[in-house]
């Protein structure tokens, strides 16, 4: 059975079904059609099924290009109707896991996805989950549900697999094509048929010995990025209380050619990754009665973020003889990072709640976000609209303060129109300022 889909591979007749048309799964779906393979995708948000076939962006870093080809390729179809899915040969599942109101992991989209295949699953078929989750899901999870609903049996009558996304949206430098993907499978023929389908399109693959090694891997290195922004962040208070420049440091100490990584400091974490995955291992850590201390840690150190950074906001006001109570402040970036239109889980949205706890009157700029959308927790702040970026507006605000630095805006004209400016990026370095303009690193 496995040659038959091996051959398919090879002659590109093979056709890649993903599940979730969002930051990873569409993005995937151009990978696999640009090197000609035949790809289906799959939404229960019929508005981006909608705008997929009609050629209309809805993510904006990814550009209009893509969504034209793809809209008027022979070989693209994007769909609502799962009884689809018997047309093709592999299904990935690219579904949000974010965590519950405990913080624990939300496992619901992952397992009706899976519910859903399982009553289309038909021999040969191979599916593979991409959505980043605890060691063990693929197999502990997916695969009863994916038996008990079909009757077929995982590595005889059909393959499954794990393979991590570790797509970084806005790297100009890599995209899916160009990151190495690691994949574990259940069973060496799941592993091969996996690995020859993104050989396809993938610059690398790198086997590993099965799933949840494959699962592990994507979750030690957001970890890794956690527990590292919540050292610089730490560090950040501590160097700016005896009055050493942290980027400085971290800018002199990259310059030592090993052993140093560098990562830099800000107002918080943010998007569907590093801010939610390192708890997806705390949890399945305890039912092995082990606990993750720096995961936790490092939690702490930078959900304190937003404190500091309004903390040292009161400051500057003060030294401008202002009270936070009744001072207008704008902030600059919705976004959780730069030159994205992605405001999931951004420490903004914290930040503008403290600010408005202490009587402050919030406004944003974001040239990637013209309005809140609707988000699961911070329903207060929807339909807000980003102000106009000129001098007249933002001359009103008593204080700016720059939650993200998108490359766009021109910090420079920002120092010409405002007198205090709280910078939580460094984007202001290399700007000089006018005497009676104030620049609080915070
Ligand atoms: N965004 C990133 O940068 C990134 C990077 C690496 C890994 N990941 C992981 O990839 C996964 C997907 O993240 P994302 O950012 O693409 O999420 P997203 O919210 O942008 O996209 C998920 C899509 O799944 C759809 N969906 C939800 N339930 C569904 C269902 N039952 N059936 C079909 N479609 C359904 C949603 O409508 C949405 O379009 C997550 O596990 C995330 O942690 C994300």
Known sequence: MIDVQLNKIQKKQFTVGIIGLGYVGLPLMWTFHNNDMRVLGFDIDEKKVENLKNGIPYIKHLGTEMMEALANSDIADATTDFSRLNEADAILLCV??????????????????????????????????????????????????????????????????????????????????????????????????????????????????????????????????????????????????????????????????????????????GGHCIPIDPFYLTWKAREFEKHTRFIELAGEVNTNMPSYVVDRTMLALNAHKKAMNGSKILVIGLAYKPDVDDMRESPTFKIFDLLKSLGAEVAYYDPFIPEVLPTREHSDWTGTKSIEWNKETVYEFDAVLISTNHSTIDYAELAEWSECVVDTRNAMRGVVAKNDVHIFKA
């Not at 913080?103 to 038909?122: A, N």
């Not at 593979?128 to 049996?153: A, F, Q, R, V």
């Not at 393979?163 to 806005?170: A, I, K, T």
């Not at 389908?197 to 590993?208: R, S």
Request: with cysteine; aromatic share 6%.
């Open 96 to 269: 949000p896991t974010p965590l519950d109101q405990h913080r624990e992991p939300d496992m619901s989209y992952v397992e009706q996805t899976t519910e859903t295949v399982s009553k289309h699953l038909r021999k040969g078929q191979l599916v593979i989950l991409e959505s980043t989750t605890w060691p063990g899901t693929t197999e502990e999870l997916m695969i009863p549900i994916l038996e008990k609903n079909s009757g077929l049996k995982a590595g005889t009558d059909f393959y499954v697999a794990y393979s991590p996304e570790r797509e970084d949206p806005g790297n100009a430098d890599f995209n899916t094509a160009k990151i190495p993907k690691v994949v574990g499978g259940h069973g060496p023929e799941a592993l091969k048929l996996a690995l020859a389908m993104y050989d396809t399109a993938i610059v690398e693959t790198v086997p590993v010995s099965d799933c949840k090694t494959a699962e592990a891997v994507k979750l030690t290195e957001n970890i890794f990025r956690s527990v590292n922004i919540a050292l610089v962040n730490e560090l950040k208070v501590v160097y700016e209380a005896m009055g050493i420049d942290v980027h400085e440091v971290i800018d002199a100490a990259a310059t030592k050619p090993f052993g140093f990584m560098k990562f830099t400091p800000g107002p918080g974490l």
